[in-house]
């Protein structure tokens, strides 16, 4: 079975500091990892995505992802945060042996002049 | 933007009343699910389906049902709403099994009182 964990249901930087938000997941195969944005009252997203290629991903408005194997994460990162950044993202875990995502509980970001 | 459109974006309905909310898709895309997103749950499955007929119960099937009889369009029935399933209904489309590339509605709002 598959299952995501996002540790910090919220995380709080200042704008310019380092964003990290974390994401294990367990998959009994290699799996497919993404990272969702969702902004109030909006849906889902796409931030970026690994399928098994370079395992370190670049996304969109700067954040990128390092897929590591031997820690099962797949962190989410941005070197300097904008206030425009604060959202709620969502980790999800796919693999060839499910049609479905499994997401983590979400982590909200909150930033600060 | 993906062409997906959620209806209706907004609903109150009493409790013991059935309920469908529909999903519309313009993409051709062979894949449709529909989630409830819950404060502290993240995103949870009800149901998927793998094309026109075939579908599948998720996570949290219980007291939903749904219906695909078009490519483009996936409905989602609670049969006698309860105040439990008051939440946020986001339908996702995807081309593939693995969601390499999924997106989502924008969401339907759903009240029980």
């Known amino acids: 079975a598959q299952s995501v964990t996002q540790l910090g249901s919220h995380v709080s930087v200042s704008e310019g500091a380092l964003v990290l938000l974390r994401c294990n997941y367990s998959?009994?195969?290699?799996?497919?990892l993404f990272w969702y944005v969702q902004y109030p009252n909006q849906g889902l997203q796409l931030l970026l995505k690994y399928t098994s290629a370079a395992t370190l991903v670049k996304g969109i408005n700067g954040f990128e992802a390092e897929f590591k194997k031997s820690e099962t994460s797949f962190h989410l990162t941005k070197p300097s945060a904008h206030m425009s950044d604060a959202a709620e993202y969502f980790c999800?875990?796919?693999?060839?042996?499910?049609?479905?995502?499994?997401f983590g509980k979400g982590t909200m970001l909150l930033v600060s002049p | 933007d993906a062409g997906i459109t959620q209806s209706p974006r907004h609903k109150v309905t009493e409790t013991g009343t059935p309920v469908t909310l529909r999903c519309h898709q313009t993409?051709?895309?062979?894949?449709m699910y529909w989630y409830r997103q819950d404060p502290g749950h993240g995103l949870r499955l009800i149901h998927y389906?793998?094309?026109?007929?075939?579908?599948d119960k998720g996570e949290v099937s219980d007291g939903y049902s749904v219906s695909r009889s078009k490519t483009e369009d996936f409905l989602l029935t609670l049969e006698s709403a309860t105040s439990s399933q008051t939440s946020v209904y986001f339908c996702?489309?995807?081309?593939?099994?693995?969601?390499?590339?999924?997106?989502f509605g924008q969401g339907t709002r759903l009240t029980v009182v």
């Open positions: 389906s793998y094309g026109v007929k075939d579908t």
């Open positions: 999800a875990v796919s693999d060839e042996g499910y049609s479905t995502l499994t």
């Open positions: 993409e051709n895309h062979r894949y």
């Open positions: 996702a489309i995807s081309a593939d099994r693995q969601n390499t590339e999924a997106f």
């Open positions: 998959s009994s195969v290699p799996p497919y």
